[in-house]
């Protein structure tokens, strides 16, 4: 009866080691390990592992194990960190940014993106992330999550979904840029990932308040003066 007793005592203090385990990691790419690169040099590959810790990357169905540093492709599907000491666009937060770009491949068009598995805590209502770019996917457990435009800073728009139905889930989280007939080279930059118990905003409360808005801009500009 005491070994019984004394079993169960020491296994209740590993269940939350456990679920801190599955936590989403290094959402706003900020865990590089990597040697900086003079400014105004372009990079080569770097593995994976150094470049984005807890993530994997894949460029349409093929898994890739290193991305490129400080470089990008042109026309070519790929992935790159950006940082430290970039000197070009795309850096949207920090010291690091990442950019997917879709593109042509020898398959053909392909979407570039990564993904890692992780558990979405109890209260969370939202996903939100900060973007440059246009036509990219967020997917949760291979579900997409639909985004709306929350706000704009000077080089990105804050987007945010509701994740509210997975929380206390634990699945995949997957970012892409998407190749589309109209935008087949493709290149998004992506930041400061975050999951929020901020409630995300219905697009029609949001298309809603746009009108407001307008509407009264105009009766300001229509105003009599005095």
């Known amino acids: 009866m005491k070994t019984a007793i004394l079993m169960s005592l020491a296994l209740v203090p590993v269940m939350p080691i456990v679920q801190a385990q599955n936590r989403f990691q290094n959402l706003g790419f900020e865990s590089a390990n990597l040697t900086p690169i003079p400014q105004g040099q372009h990079g080569n590959l770097v593995p994976i592992g150094q470049a ?71 209260g969370v209502e939202s996903i939100q992330l900060k973007v440059s770019g246009s036509d990219f996917s967020v997917s949760f457990a291979g579900q997409n999550v639909p985004l709306i435009p929350l706000s704009s800073g000077a080089n990105y728009t804050l987007y945010g979904g509701d994740v509210a139905p997975y929380a206390g889930q634990t699945g995949e989280l997957t970012l892409s840029a998407l190749t589309v ?29 746009a009108i407001g808005l307008s509407l009264l801009g105009w009766r300001f500009l229509h105003q009599p003066s005095c």
Do not use: C, M
């Open 52 to 122: 984005l810790p807890g993530w994997s990357a894949f460029v349409g169905s093929l898994q890739v194990t290193e991305v490129l540093q400080n470089n990008l492709l042109a026309g070519g599907a790929n992935i790159s960190i950006l940082g430290p000491d970039w000197t070009g666009p795309g850096i949207i937060e920090g010291r690091y940014s990442v950019v997917l770009q879709a593109g042509g491949k020898f398959t053909g068009l392909v979407n570039a993106s990564i993904s890692q598995t992780g558990w979405v805590p109890t």
């Open 181 to 209: 007939p109209n935008h087949q080279f493709n290149s998004v930059f992506f930041d400061s990932i975050a999951l929020s118990a901020e409630v995300v905003p219905e697009p029609s409360v949001i298309g809603l308040f």
